[in-house]
């Protein structure tokens, strides 16, 4: 087997947060924090934000998040309509922005549905390419960033400015 070195998951593997008894919901620190880099917070609305994935599957993958803690999908009207207009507005950003040209847009809603945060809803979405899947995930499967998290935080982040929030 070949080893690819990604020294960044480290930091995914050793947050307690994500063991039992670990800090609480990082999605409910999120929400605290004013945008920057550094958190990867882009936008706040009054019931929802959007956020960088920190471990993504592609280049500019965000998470809607809702502020309330909650794994059902009852959120309330103003929430519900907040997270589709996040959405769209995302989806409009990052085509404008990173040239995107498709999107995965959902949920894992549940543990054994693969949600990494089950207690907290959050939406998935995914910005895809023409050709973005090459030769590393078939052979290797592994993905390629081909951009710093900071530097494509900074390319969206006009884009969420002008939204207001």
């Known amino acids: 087997m070949d080893n690819i070195w ?14 039992e008894g670990g800090a ?3 999605f409910c620190e999120l929400k605290t924090l004013t945008p920057s880099t550094e958190n990867l917070v882009l936008y706040k609305g ?24 909650s794994s059902n999908l009852d959120l309330g009207a103003k ?11 995302s989806i409009d950003i990052l ?16 543990k054994v549905a693969g949600a ?3 207690d907290h809803l959050h939406w998935h979405i995914v910005p895809r390419w023409n050709g973005d899947s090459n ?3 078939v052979m290797s499967s592994h993905r390629l960033m081909p951009e710093y998290l900071s530097e494509t935080y900074k390319r969206l982040e006009k884009g969420f400015q002008k939204l207001g929030g």
């Open 6 to 19: 990604s020294p960044w998951r480290m930091e995914f593997i050793k947050d307690k947060r994500f063991k």
């Open 24 to 26: 609480p919901c990082i």
């Open 46 to 69: 009054e019931a929802v934000y959007v956020v960088m994935n920190r471990f993504p599957y592609t280049n500019g993958h965000l998470l809607i998040i809702p502020n309330a803690h």
């Open 79 to 89: 929430a519900d309509q907040e997270i589709l207009k996040l959405m769209a507005a």
């Open 95 to 110: 085509r404008n922005t990173l040239n995107a040209e498709g999107f995965n847009c959902g949920l894992n809603l549940g």
């Open 116 to 118: 990494g945060i089950a």
């Open 135 to 137: 030769f590393m995930p």
